[in-house]
């Protein structure tokens, strides 16, 4: 007997309507899990495992109508990322240096097609270098209840279903991780040109070794993050705090930076940043967080580990 299927089986039918499903939902799929992990390339992973289950469901002989195929994508996608979890703390414990997201590369778009206004808030806000920083910090359950609830909109009803949990312990977990996030996070954005501009003069005075612009760029407890993952060139195995130390060691760094730098102006993460090219290939992305009283820069977010940069070129 043959393994192969007859055209027009089950199975093909299957996978013909398996596939367009899974497609029309992907993006979704993504911006949680990117948002639940802060890694491309285990983003990719739990996605590929999420279609294999997803395959495997709908062509299950006999199995029953799948009567939302949303719920039932993102309850996969969720728990395989929550799973994943585990090994991703482990190669952490490992990493040299500050960690931080890989930086995801977003559209140049600020204006969203008619009637996707709040579909382009909440990506663009899901997705932010800073607020992924802070969700480092929560418990990866206490992750999972965010990113669904305040950045995707699900109701505690709907998380619990996700999560196999009750919608009492849901809605305790949401209430932990909001506040400890909007302890450090305020829901603030700035002005996307405000900060193109102030992005722009950031790099002027680093690449220029200008200490002076740079102090008064930099907000008294502004904090910078390096991350070269010990593979390239970073400020330190900490996070350097403070508008002095920080301003000396941005414009020493300036001295050994390769020649012939190329800056493009990208949107990285859903905010207008610098990507640093040499040779044509990217060298570096930076980021910054602006204070929400004006101009100054409180947080810098600069990634050199060649591994998170691949995606960029």
Not at 51 to 63: D, F, K, M
Not at 134 to 147: C, H, I, Q
Request: hydrophobic residues 45%; contains cysteine; charged residues 25%.
């Amino acid at each position: 007997m043959s393994d192969t299927s007859p055209p027009g089986s089950a199975r093909e039918r299957a996978e013909e309507t398996a596939t367009p499903v899974f497609v029309d939902h992907r993006d979704l799929l993504f911006s949680i899990v990117y948002d639940m992990l802060g890694s491309v390339a285990d983003t990719e992973d739990v996605l590929q495992e999420t279609w294999l289950a997803w395959a495997s469901r709908i062509e299950a002989p006999g199995a029953e109508e799948i009567v939302s195929p949303r719920a039932y994508l993102v309850r996969i996608a969720v728990n395989k990322a929550l799973a994943r979890q585990a090994a991703i703390s482990r190669r952490r414990e490992t990493y040299i240096g500050p960690w931080l997201p890989e930086p995801l590369l977003t559209p140049l778009v600020d204006t969203p097609a008619p009637g996707d206004a709040a579909d382009a808030v909440e990506r663009t806000e899901s997705v932010s270098m800073a607020l992924l920083v802070v969700l480092e910090t929560l418990t990866p359950l206490e992750r999972a209840v965010f990113v669904l609830h305040e950045l995707f909109g699900y109701a505690h009803t709907e998380t619990a279903d996700i999560l196999d949990r009750s919608p009492a312990a849901v809605r305790q977990i949401a209430h932990r991780a909001r506040e400890h996030v909007h302890a450090r996070r305020p829901r603030y954005r700035p002005d996307p040109q405000l900060r193109q501009r102030v992005t722009e003069q950031f790099a002027a005075a680093v690449s220029g070794g200008d200490l002076q612009a740079l102090l008064q760029l930099l907000a008294p407890d502004v904090t910078l993050w390096a991350d070269g993952g010990g593979k390239a060139t970073a400020a330190g195995l900490w996070p350097v705090h403070g508008r002095g130390k920080v301003a000396r060691v941005l414009a020493a760094g300036s001295t050994r930076t390769p020649s012939g730098l190329d800056i493009r102006y990208r949107r990285i993460n859903g905010d207008p940043s610098a990507v640093l090219f040499s040779g044509g290939s990217p060298f570096a992305v930076l980021v910054l967080d602006l204070a929400p009283a004006g101009e100054q820069v409180c947080g810098i977010y600069f990634v050199t580990n060649p591994d998170k940069l691949s995606r960029l070129a």
